[in-house]
């Protein structure tokens, strides 16, 4: 078995937001395979967050971001299950940081489900005559548009972007790390991104 060096759990705690315990276990899983605990430890968070999911989250916090020169900013409602989580460090932390994410990326919607569907079709639409006009075979337009479609809302659905100050994590990820953290379900609720000039 590898030996489990405490930089190797330093770089694992780095690249996750994990406890260092719970990296140190991981590394000794995966016998000191770095990308495998990545792996690991998401995947526990996953497990951890999918088990909290059905539990009401009616505690939060509303944060919000104005980006340098005033001309851009961005309210979002973090909610969790107790006022306790709702105070704590790292709760505001994410909800900070949710909020500048959203004024980098401006997404359309929270999740996949409430993408409206006539930018879909409209979307849909464009990508069909584009495919068609470059002289794609009918029966294969409709896989190049439902392939376009899911790069589309992976773009536009908040939890599916990479996390600006991470790309190799999405917004989910770094949910379901906090989720992990916690022990409660905890859900981005709403946004609001306002920039001056803009409908």
């Known amino acids: 078995m590898a030996e489990i060096t ?25 016998d ?15 497990a ?7 539990r009401a989250t009616s505690e939060g916090v509303v944060q919000s971001y104005i980006h340098a020169g005033n001309k851009l900013g961005v309210m979002v409602e973090v909610n969790c299950e107790t006022d306790f989580v709702a105070k704590t ?14 004024a980098a990326t401006n997404p359309l919607c929270i999740k996949r489900e409430d993408a409206p569907q006539d930018v879909l079709d409209k979307e849909r639409e464009i990508y069909r ?29 908040l939890l599916e972007q990479p996390y600006v100050k ?3 994590l999405t917004i ?19 946004f609001v991104r306002y920039q001056v000039g803009e409908k």
């Open 6 to 30: 405490a930089a190797m759990v330093k770089e694992l705690r780095e690249r996750t937001n994990a406890g260092m315990m719970d990296c140190k276990k991981a590394l000794q899983e995966c």
């Open 32 to 46: 000191g395979d770095m990308e495998k605990a990545v792996d690991y430890l998401r995947q526990k968070g996953l």
């Open 48 to 54: 951890v967050a999918a088990k909290r999911a059905g």
């Open 89 to 102: 460090d790292q709760f505001i932390e994410f909800a900070r940081n949710i909020a500048m994410h959203i």
């Open 129 to 157: 005559n584009q495919a068609l006009e470059s002289g794609k075979p009918e029966h294969i337009v409709d896989k190049i548009v439902e392939g376009r479609i899911e790069k589309y809302l992976k773009e536009i659905c």
């Open 166 to 168: 991470n790309p190799d």
């Open 172 to 190: 989910q990820d770094l949910l379901n790390e906090l989720v992990a953290k916690m022990g409660e379900n905890i859900s981005i609720r709403r």
